[in-house]
């Protein structure tokens, strides 16, 4: 037998030996008796909003926490911003900004039911819109989002956004 092989053998037992080892060692376990971290109270609203959830109604219309959660589930990390106002004028819902990030704002009009807010629409100048489905042209355009007792005007040029946004939105409000 070569040395070279020798070597081989003796490097693949010690491989083996080690490998018994650390499984029998991680089927052990260890008793790990330290509290579990407590959860990030960094102040953001989307968490906020995932801890309301159970505190927020579900009655089949949309309400700013579940807003927010749907949003949340839907993978993006939404803020309210109560510094800023919103750019639509002349809306009577009940308005507040959410912050995807510093580019990517979207206002939002809560209203008590769908007659309102359809009746509260018809004052929107669509003009400078498009629907979350449409693609943007080059004079980028908000993206309208109306839904339930919500009407949504995303400014963003972000597709991934306007899309999961959208689909967050129109897949309907938690239901009783």
């Known amino acids: 037998m070569s040395s070279h092989s020798v070597r081989l053998r003796r490097h693949a037992a010690t491989l083996a030996s080690s490998l018994c080892l650390a499984s029998a060692l991680a089927a052990c376990g260890s008793s790990d008796t330290r509290a579990p971290a407590p959860p990030s109270t960094a102040g953001s609203t989307a968490a906020r909003a995932s801890a309301d959830e159970g505190t927020c ?42 912050r995807f990030s510093a580019t990517s ?58 899309e999961r946004v959208g689909n967050a939105i129109l897949a309907g409000a938690p239901q009783p």
């Open 57 to 98: 109604p579900n009655t089949g219309l949309w309400a700013k926490c579940s807003l927010l959660y749907r949003l949340q589930r839907s993978g993006l990390v939404p803020r309210v911003d109560s510094s800023a106002t919103v750019n639509e004028k002349g809306l009577t819902g009940t308005p507040f900004v959410i």
């Open 105 to 162: 704002t979207m206002d939002v009009f809560l209203y008590p039911d769908s007659a309102t807010r359809k009746a509260d629409a018809v004052k929107l100048d669509r003009t400078n819109m498009v629907s979350d489905s449409a693609s943007l042209t080059m004079m980028h355009e908000k993206t309208l989002i109306e839904a339930a007792n919500v009407i949504a005007v995303l400014s963003s040029l972000n597709d991934q956004l306007r």
